[in-house]
């Protein structure tokens, strides 16, 4: 079956980086697009950052500049690379693809950004 598995998060001072990973297995992982979304408390999920097969990506308003999405398709993982990181930014953050219309999840990392 279809699972992902993300690491990396952890408490930083704000300004300071992560690095997320999201492992994934029993899919062909080449061929789908891959979402990183995050949920702080008292808030509705919202997505993050995306990219698709081919390499293109797109990010939200509030991170882009600082965020990057990337994937390894030998590793069948996708990356967040998280840079001067915001208070604002604490939340679980998640990984995403849609295989025919089916939703996947991962059971999401936390990321807190405190002093």
């Known amino acids: 079956q279809v699972q992902l598995v993300e690491s990396g998060g952890g408490l930083v001072q704000p300004g300071g980086s992560l690095r997320l990973s999201c492992t994934t297995s029993?899919?062909?992982?080449?061929?789908?697009?891959m979402g990183w979304y995050r949920q702080a408390p008292g808030k509705q999920r919202e997505l993050v950052a995306r990219?698709?097969?081919?390499?293109?990506?797109n990010y939200a308003d509030s991170v882009k500049g600082r965020f990057t999405v990337s994937r390894d398709n030998a590793k069948n993982t996708v990356y967040l690379h998280m840079n001067s990181l915001k208070p604002e930014d604490t939340a679980v953050y998640y990984c995403?693809?849609?295989?025919?219309?089916?939703?996947?999840w991962g059971q999401g990392t936390q990321v807190t950004v405190s002093s």
């Open positions: 029993g899919m062909i992982f080449n061929l789908y697009t």
């Open positions: 995403n693809t849609n295989l025919i219309g089916i939703g996947y």
């Open positions: 990219i698709t097969s081919g390499g293109s990506t």
